[in-house]
């Protein structure tokens, strides 16, 4: 099988660069309108048809990131790896973009709204981006053993190793706000697509205080402890 050339990567890397810009110009415009004087938290009320619009553009990110991955490549494990590698690279230079429209974030361990869906992601800049480097890896490694192998498949412990790393990282992105809205929310009022008046303005007067990095450096023991083993299968088949 031949190997992806350079030119693939480079291929879809623009793709995810491209879609980086196109989300901190987003940013930027809701900045402007709401942080005229900088983003920081507690977050500011913004109006319920901008709200909306801001969680479906979300969600169309993704659709985006899942549809080139299905043009790139017919088998599943290889679409899986192109995906998280768009996203990783679209997820660093979401930050790099910002940076050089915004001045912002100040510092890598600045606190940042990361994501939407289901409930509110928050953590220091530097996290996803040490997270996007590890799936660029993954995928790297995943995509190389694929075209060495035809009958490459990711193992059942490779996998319970990524999906628990997964959720490790998971509930420490999203622990700090569930906890604080659990306070005086149950948690299906946290899943509401249309959330009460009450819940919104008890949500905007969260402020992220503190990040539970022991759990997320093990996440990424998982993750790369799941790629060693990957790059140790890979060299035994060929």
Same mark, same amino acid.
């Given at each position: 099988?031949?190997?992806?050339?350079?030119?693939?990567?480079? #291929?879809?890397?623009?793709?995810?660069?491209?879609?980086?810009?196109?989300?901190?110009?987003?940013?930027?415009?809701?900045?402007?309108?709401? &942080?005229?004087?900088?983003?920081?938290?507690?977050?500011?009320?913004?109006?319920?048809?901008?709200?909306?619009?801001?969680?479906?553009?979300?969600?169309? #990110?993704?659709?985006?990131?899942?549809?080139?991955?299905?043009?790139?490549?017919?088998?599943? =494990?290889?679409?899986?790896?192109?995906?998280?590698? *768009?996203?990783? =690279?679209?997820?660093?230079?979401?930050?790099?973009?910002?940076? !050089?429209? /915004?001045?912002?974030?100040?510092?890598?361990? *600045?606190?940042?709204?990361?994501?939407?869906?289901?409930?509110?992601? *928050?953590?220091?800049?530097?996290? $996803?981006?040490?997270?996007?480097?590890?799936?660029?890896?993954?995928?790297?490694?995943?995509?190389?053993?694929?075209?060495?192998?035809?009958?490459?498949?990711?193992? !059942?412990?490779?996998?319970?190793?990524?999906? !628990?790393?997964?959720?490790?990282? /998971?509930?420490?992105?999203?622990?700090?706000? *569930?906890? &604080?809205?659990?306070?005086?929310?149950? $948690?299906?009022?946290?899943?509401?697509?249309?959330?009460?008046?009450?819940?919104?303005?008890?949500?905007?007067?969260? =402020?992220?205080?503190?990040?539970?990095?022991? /759990?997320?450096? /093990?996440?990424?023991?998982?993750?790369? &402890?799941?790629?060693?083993?990957? =790059?140790?299968?890979?060299?035994?088949?060929?």
């Amino acid at each position: 099988m031949q190997k992806p050339s350079l030119l693939n990567y480079l #291929t879809i890397a623009v793709f995810g660069i491209a879609m980086a810009y196109l989300e901190s110009a987003v940013v930027v415009y809701m900045r402007e309108i709401y &942080y005229p004087e900088g983003f920081v938290f507690p977050l500011k009320m913004i109006e319920g048809r901008i709200a909306f619009t801001e969680i479906f553009r979300e969600a169309a #990110t993704m659709v985006m990131l899942i549809t080139i991955a299905m043009i790139v490549s017919r088998r599943a =494990i290889e679409r899986f790896a192109w995906f998280i590698y *768009t996203f990783a =690279i679209w997820d660093i230079f979401y930050s790099v973009f910002l940076y !050089i429209l /915004l001045g912002w974030p100040s510092s890598l361990l *600045t606190w940042d709204i990361l994501f939407l869906i289901p409930v509110t992601w *928050t953590g220091p800049v530097v996290a $996803p981006v040490i997270n996007s480097i590890t799936m660029i890896l993954l995928a790297i490694v995943i995509i190389r053993n694929s075209k060495l192998n035809p009958d490459f498949k990711v193992r !059942i412990m490779e996998w319970l190793l990524l999906l !628990i790393g997964s959720g490790i990282v /998971l509930y420490v992105y999203m622990e700090g706000y *569930t906890r &604080y809205m659990l306070k005086k929310f149950s $948690p299906g009022d946290l899943l509401t697509i249309a959330p009460s008046k009450d819940m919104m303005e008890y949500a905007l007067n969260f =402020i992220p205080s503190h990040f539970t990095w022991s /759990l997320f450096i /093990l996440a990424e023991i998982f993750f790369l &402890y799941a790629i060693f083993l990957m =790059i140790k299968n890979g060299k035994t088949k060929k």
